[in-house]
């Protein structure tokens, strides 16, 4: 059996991973210059960037078991911090070291930042939905639950919308509740590891799909870097991959590039036309990553740390992973900053830094990267695709496909594990 998966990002790779531990002659088509999709190594001035800043967390099970499986060591290439949530000199929570739900109950008390009331109301909520499974007999929007269940102001501003934005990438007022809810239920009310921020010490790209591609290639597969899958048609009981002008019978087909890379390339295909009319009705949310590298190094109070501007979340690239004067800020979900240019945003961000930490040193230089199709816009009611395609030969897999997760890290691993498995249990 011989199955070509078009895509090498962390959905692809993961499909690969698992179809060659099982022995399948795998190959992976790629059409950038690097793997990992929209979590992927950019390097500016010989530095190894991020083109978007993402964090994992404790219940990144999937992920975590696929890094050990290709020798990618967790435990090696990231720094596990106990739940801690600050936003600078607004907000500050932070788990103690005891067991599930306990721990997050505890640190939803203790929040500094926010009146008694307030932290009551929080502590409440969560355990009501716990109380529900997390569940909602009608999906709303995320800005309606937090109404409906009276959370007060400085939790609204400075940890439930964050949470939202960080996590679905998609502004309250039009977010799913239900989709923020099954975050909540695995990455927070969990056990207690599961609400562990995972800070990669390394790029995105070295942190799993290089080494997934050399677990692949040691097994007999091939994963081709540079190559532009121009189509894909069912032929028989085969499914052809053209790429290069050249055209290659496969097995199966695992579609794993994004879902606005995808719609055309299946649109020739009659069997799929709900499918791509599902795809091609997807909205999408942008990532903008800002780096700063100063003249001299500059400690952070955090590695990671909220802020309140336009910058949300940014990051000592020199205490996560050794790149001196290095500081990254993240800029989630739509906003005023898509009419900057990239030299006004970049000034901006050293601006609220210095607004918030103090006089910081000149900026050597400085590099914005903007994923303007970072994630799907993940709103009430959105239907999203299944795997499982009309034709058996062909199935998806990414973090749009439908499922419990937003567009995340996870939630493509685990898409591409599934797809591999679908692969799998049709040759039994």
């Not at 307030?118 to 716990?130: D, K, P, V």
């Not at 940014?314 to 004067?325: E, K, L, P, T, Y």
Request: hydrophobic fraction near 45%; proline fraction near 7%; glycine fraction near 6%.
């Amino acid at each position: 059996m011989r199955v070509a998966i078009v895509g090498g990002g962390y959905a692809g790779m993961a499909a690969a991973v698992c179809l060659a531990e099982a022995g399948v002659e795998v190959c992976v088509y790629e059409a950038g210059p690097e793997l990992g999709g929209r979590a992927r190594r950019v390097t500016i001035n010989d530095v190894a960037l991020d083109n978007g800043l993402h964090i994992l967390l404790g219940a990144y099970a999937e992920t975590l078991r696929l890094m050990r499986l290709v020798g990618a060591d967790p435990d090696e290439t990231l720094a596990r911090l106990p739940l801690q949530w600050h936003i600078h000199r607004r907000f500050s929570l932070k788990a103690p070291a005891l067991p599930a739900p306990l721990h997050l109950a505890v640190a939803l008390l203790r929040v500094r930042g926010a009146p008694w009331r307030e932290r009551l109301s929080a502590a409440r909520f969560m355990r009501t939905m716990r109380g529900a499974r997390f569940r909602l007999d009608r999906d709303v929007t995320v800005s309606e639950l937090l109404t409906r269940h009276s959370q007060g102001p400085a939790f609204v501003r400075h940890l439930w919308e964050p949470l939202c934005v960080a996590a679905l990438n998609t502004p309250p007022a039009r977010a799913s509740a239900q989709v923020f809810l099954n975050v909540l239920r695995d990455g927070l009310a969990a056990h207690r590891t599961a609400s562990d921020l995972l800070l990669a010490r390394s790029d995105l790209s070295s942190l799993f799909p290089d080494p997934a591609a050399a677990f692949v290639r040691t097994r007999g597969g091939r994963v081709s870097i540079g190559h532009r899958v121009e189509a894909v048609e069912p032929q028989g009981d085969a499914m052809t991959v053209t790429a290069r002008a050249e055209s290659t019978p496969y097995d199966h087909v695992i579609c794993a590039v994004a879902p606005h890379s995808a719609a055309p390339l299946l649109a020739s295909i009659p069997e799929l036309h709900d499918t791509v009319a599902i795809l091609a009705a997807f909205r999408h949310q942008p990532i903008y990553s800002v780096y700063l590298q100063l003249a001299e190094p500059f400690p952070l109070p955090a590695p990671m740390l909220g802020l309140s501007g336009m910058a949300q979340w940014v990051f000592d690239r020199d205490a996560i992973c050794g790149q001196r004067g290095l500081v990254a800020a993240v800029i989630s979900a739509e906003g005023a900053h898509q009419a900057m240019t990239q030299d006004d945003l970049a000034r901006e961000v050293y601006r609220e830094l210095e607004a918030e930490l103090g006089p910081l040193p000149p900026v050597a230089w400085h590099r914005v990267i903007a994923e303007k199709r970072a994630s799907f816009e993940c709103t009430v009611g959105l239907q999203r695709p299944p795997m499982r395609t009309p034709l058996a030969r062909l199935h998806l897999a990414g973090d749009y496909v439908a499922g419990d997760y937003p567009a995340t890290i996870e939630a493509a691993v685990r898409s591409g594990v599934a797809a591999a498995n679908l692969v799998l249990q049709r040759q039994l």
